[in-house]
């Protein structure tokens, strides 16, 4: 099956001079931009529009079906897969045609998505996150008794050898990567925000692991001393980030360690916490961490760390998702804010044929109304106005016009 996508101009996820399109795709993959195309199967008309990569959230979770992560944990596996795939699939709609999730996933879900039972994006999962004994997965209130024996999201895994065995079940199962908590966050109960979380012993033993496999660890870090002990570790991708400083931002230029700031969720929180049922401490963590994630990125930018992009939402809160783009975009700019999305993230998850719009390339695309350099709303505006392509299939048909080749 071919497709041309006509009456158009390209973005394709690294320059910031738009090229001149038509693009032309076939069995799933772009095979010319630019240029006279051969003749396709099917014309898209673009409308004047913009072709972008399809956007990839590398901070999502499909089980996050709530702010109240007891009441995911005591859910049934069978609800939180079937909420789940309704997640993903208005995630698809918005035009994330890839997310990581990094908190969550097991291999039914990715069975299900990979049969095409749901719509979704392509999905990478890293399994329940790893958490220490009374860290941001450990969900006990300090005054109940209670089991800490649920794996939706995260699982309490203390020791190296224990930590050794989690990692590798992870990955016996399917994992794109490694998932722990090396801080204290917003929504868990007992764990500051600041404090450094596992020995650096345990973090070694879980980046040890996931290197021999070929993969790489994310960890969970506000403040500059979790972040330096995540990364000073192994750790690869930094999630949150929102405390560092300059010189944990040298470090992990250095290291060559990822940011994936999540703006969205901190906004969404500030404004809707009360709303949606936010518990009061978790209302003031979340305060503490607000403005600080601006002025992360724009540290981290100085000192040449690779921003990516992502947005940590739960329950209701999902529908936030594209105000990300409106938020990243506030600090550093649309290009910015689109490549982060696009080859930034493809380059985090190691897929450089994601992310892009070249000839190779995966043909997952966007067709927005609009330029985004003068008019960067069309990033985040009216979702049911762009056409979502994945994989070279038209999935959600927006005020593109669709003709016969």
């Known amino acids: 099956m071919s497709l041309t996508i006509v009456n158009v101009r390209v973005f394709d996820g690294e320059s910031g001079d738009l090229k001149e399109g038509p693009v032309h795709i076939s069995d799933g993959k772009i095979v010319q931009v630019g240029g006279v195309p051969p003749q396709a199967d099917q014309v898209l008309d673009g409308g004047g529009g913009t072709v972008v990569p399809g956007f990839i959230d590398a901070h999502f979770h499909a089980y996050g079906t709530a702010l109240d992560l007891l009441t995911i944990e005591s859910s049934p596996l069978s609800y939180m897969a079937l909420a789940g795939a309704r997640r993903l699939g208005a995630a698809l709609a918005r035009g994330f045609t890839t997310v990581r999730d990094v908190a969550g996933g097991d291999p039914g879900l990715a069975k299900a998505i990979a049969e095409g039972l749901i719509p979704a994006p392509r999905y990478l999962y890293t399994g329940p996150a790893l958490s220490q004994t009374g860290g941001h997965s450990d969900l006990r209130p300090a005054d109940a008794d209670l089991c800490a024996c649920w794996t939706h999201m995260g699982e309490v895994v203390d020791g190296v050898d224990p930590l050794r065995r989690a990692v590798r079940d992870r990955f016996r199962r399917g994992a794109h990567a490694i998932k722990i908590m090396a801080s204290g966050g917003v929504v868990s109960p007992t764990d500051p925000i600041r404090v450094p979380q596992y020995s650096a012993e345990e973090i070694r033993a879980v980046t040890d692991e996931a290197a021999r496999r070929g993969s790489y660890v994310a ?110 975009s506030e600090v550093e700019g649309p290009l910015a804010a689109l490549r982060a999305a696009t080859s930034v993230n493809a380059d985090l998850i190691g897929r450089s044929d994601l992310g892009r719009v070249r000839p190779g390339a995966v043909a997952d695309l966007l067709v927005l109304p609009g330029d985004p350099f003068t008019d960067p709303a069309v990033l985040w505006s009216h979702p049911g106005h762009r056409t979502v392509i994945q994989e070279g299939t038209v999935v959600q048909e927006g005020t593109a016009r669709h003709a016969a080749g």
């Open 219 to 328: 960890a969970h870090a506000y403040s500059p001393e979790a972040i330096a002990h995540a990364v000073e570790n192994g750790v690869r991708s930094v999630e949150h980030g929102n405390l560092m400083d300059a010189a944990t931002a040298e470090l992990m230029a250095e290291r060559g360690a990822f940011l994936v700031p999540t703006l969205a969720t901190y906004d969404a929180m500030d404004r809707r916490g009360a709303e949606v049922g936010l518990a009061q401490v978790s209302q003031d963590k979340n305060r503490e961490v607000l403005d600080a994630g601006r002025k992360a990125i724009e540290l981290a930018r100085r000192a040449g760390v690779r921003i990516g992009f992502g947005t940590d939402l739960m329950g209701v809160l999902e529908d936030e998702q594209l105000n990300g783009l409106r938020l990243q």
